[in-house]
C-alpha cells in the first residue's frame, strides 16, 4: 500500500545515479524542488546541473549523507545503490523496480499552486495517461484566491470559518463556471472575509 505525499525537499541531500534520460528527468525534478543534489554517473556530462557532480561509477560512499537516493542505473548498478542507501536510512526510488521502492517519482501536473499527480507502479501505464491529467484555469484562480485569504487571515481565531464562507461562496461560483472574474472582483471576496485588521 502506497501513500501519496507531497514532500518538502529544499536544502535536503538527494543522489542520482545513472545519467539515462530517467536519472536526468529525476536530476531535474529534485533540482527544481530545491535539493542539494550530488549526480554520479561513468558518463555524466560535464555541464550536468548539479550541486555536486561525479563523473565516476557508483560507490558506497556516494550514500553518505543523503536522504533520498534515485538509483537510475542498470539493474547490478542499482542493486548495490539499493543496498548502500538502506544501510545508512536514506529512502530510496529504483527506476527498475517500484516494488523495491521506498518512493515513487509520480507523473506530475502543475498550475499555479495545484498540483496534481499520477502513478500506477507501472511506468508505461502512468506516461499514457499523463497526457489526459489537465487542470482548468478555475482550479489556478480558487487556489490562488484561497491561498491569498489565508495568508491576510494567518492571525485570525476564525481563519478556518471565514476561509470556508469564502470556498463555498462566491468561489464556488468560479469552479462550476470555469470563467475568472476581473482582478477587482477577487480582491472584493478577500476583503470581505479578510478585511484589513482582521488578523489582530
Not at 542520482?16 to 535539493?35: D, I, Q, T
Not at 506516461?127 to 482550479?139: G, H, K, T, V
Amino acid at each position: 500500500m502506497w501513500l501519496p505525499l507531497h514532500l518538502r525537499l529544499t536544502g535536503r541531500r538527494a543522489l542520482v545515479v545513472g545519467a539515462g534520460p530517467v536519472g536526468r528527468r529525476r536530476a531535474a525534478a529534485l533540482r527544481a524542488a530545491g535539493a542539494r543534489l550530488r549526480w554520479v554517473a561513468p558518463d555524466l556530462a560535464a555541464d550536468a546541473e548539479a550541486d555536486e557532480a561525479i563523473a565516476a561509477p557508483f560507490a558506497a560512499q556516494h550514500c553518505d549523507g543523503m536522504w533520498l537516493v534515485a538509483a537510475c542505473a542498470p539493474p547490478a548498478v542499482n542493486d548495490a545503490v539499493a543496498a548502500a542507501a538502506r544501510s545508512r536510512g536514506a529512502l530510496l526510488a529504483r527506476a527498475d523496480a517500484a516494488d523495491d521502492s521506498d518512493v515513487r517519482f509520480p507523473a506530475v501536473v502543475r498550475r499555479g499552486p495545484v498540483v496534481v499527480s499520477l502513478s500506477t507502479g507501472a511506468p508505461a501505464a502512468t506516461a499514457a495517461l499523463r497526457p489526459l491529467l489537465e487542470i482548468p484555469e478555475s482550479f489556478q484562480v480558487f487556489a490562488e484566491v484561497m491561498t491569498e485569504a489565508r495568508r491576510r487571515l494567518a492571525g485570525a481565531t476564525d481563519r478556518d470559518e471565514r476561509l470556508r464562507t469564502l470556498a463555498c461562496g462566491p468561489l464556488a461560483g468560479v469552479l462550476q463556471s470555469g470563467a475568472s472574474p476581473p482582478p477587482a472582483v477577487i480582491e472584493g471576496w478577500i476583503a470581505a472575509v479578510a478585511p484589513p485588521g482582521v488578523e489582530d
